[in-house]
């Protein structure tokens, strides 16, 4: 029996569904059951990837929305509202939703999957973490008899684009950004990429599956690659690491009443050569998940782009086309591993509270004492250092960079409190965490 599918969205992605639709030959034959019904555009005139029928267009998505003969919502119109508000409206009208929009489910996914519990109908997002990388599907089944201890992902193409570039050219962000810009892997304006709010909109939706809970997404430390200097990435590789734009989620423990504690952040990351992430280079994404008793499991591809994302949109359609949720109306209940509701308590860790590795770079004049002075001060602190070094710089100060062991972050920052307040010490010009 065939499926109806209303789109919200023929953009990138939404064209690239309906290229999948209207092309089923050779692809798994439920496909051949997916009928596009109606698609909702913002302007009825654009030139467009795709041919579809002028009657299926319209500009008004609540008519796609309550559409009878609609089944199932496919929103890839991006943006928060009303993107929002479409989705809980399709719920409430008792439809299945498969959505791209990693924004809105990572700041209402609670409102979102209560609602949808409600109604009995699903809402999946394959598509908003990792582009074409089946990433939400495992972490919810095949993984599901996993403790995960670890999830840490370059889940954001551009700034690894920019990145690797900045590595490979020794060029600055700002001309790698604009090149990027001109080349169409970077928006006009870069802000949710660059500054981190992508990937941390990402990590929140792997943390919410990975852990049986939400955080708060706003509450997420976030720092970008935008305040990233070339040479930072030219010490971290003569000292054997490449820098990445990491997004990590980790245990940190639980409180007494069984509440996770989780350490979860975005930031650029310092990793060794043979870190299985360091080799991820250009727009792809990786994702490494490390579960007792599975070790580690990591998942590549690509990232963003029509094909790769459209591809796992269409993966939930099949799957819920597949459990026959749309064929029969709304169900009593929903299948609890593929709608994966929230099922314990998490909280952000204190961050104070937390121990990392660090790189960081101090400026200063080149005198005696500077390297004994930085040394007795982490020291004080219980830091304990496993590298310093003096790199050779243009003008006349010292440019000296510190890789520490795991220490605890409290100490760290009041041993570079104490360190700075040396005469001959000028800026620390780059803090990186280094895992
Ligand atoms: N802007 C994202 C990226 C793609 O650069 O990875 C969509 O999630």
Known sequence: MAIGIGLLGLGTVGAGVAQILQTPDGRHPLVKELELRQVAVRNLERARPVELAAELLTTDPSAVVTNPAVDLVVEVM?????????????????????????????????????????????????????????????????????????????????????????????????????????????????????????????????????????????????????????????????????VKLLAVAERHGSDSDGTEVLDVRVHPTLLAKDHPLAGVNGVNNAILVEGDPVGRVMFYGPGAGAGPTASAVVADILNIAAINQVASGPAAGQDPLLAASSWRKCRLVDAGSTCHRNYVRFQSTDRPGVIGHIGGCFGAENVSLQSIVQFETEGAGAEIVVITHAVEETGFRRALTAILKHPEVEAVTCCMRTL
């Open 78 to 242: 991006g943006g928060l509202e009303p993107a929002r508000s479409l989705i809980l409206a399709a719920i409430e009208a008792g439809k299945a939703v498969v959505t791209a929009n990693k924004a809105v489910i990572a700041r209402h996914g609670a409102e979102i999957a209560a609602a949808a519990a409600a109604k009995g109908v699903y809402v999946l997002m394959e598509a908003a973490v990792g582009g074409g990388i089946p990433i939400l599907e495992p972490l919810k089944q095949s993984l599901g008899g996993n403790r995960i201890e670890r999830v840490s992902g370059i889940i954001n193409g551009t700034t690894n684009y920019i990145l690797t570039r900045m590595a490979e050219e020794g060029a600055s962000y700002a001309s790698v950004l604009a090149d990027a810009q001109a080349l169409g892997y970077a928006e006009a304006d870069p802000a949710a990429d660059v500054e981190g709010g992508d990937a941390a909109d990402k990590i929140a939706i792997l943390t919410g599956l990975a852990y049986g809970g939400l955080v708060p997404r706003e509450a997420i430390p976030t720092e970008g690659i935008d305040q990233l200097d070339t040479r930072d990435i030219d010490y971290a590789r003569e000292l054997g690491f490449v």
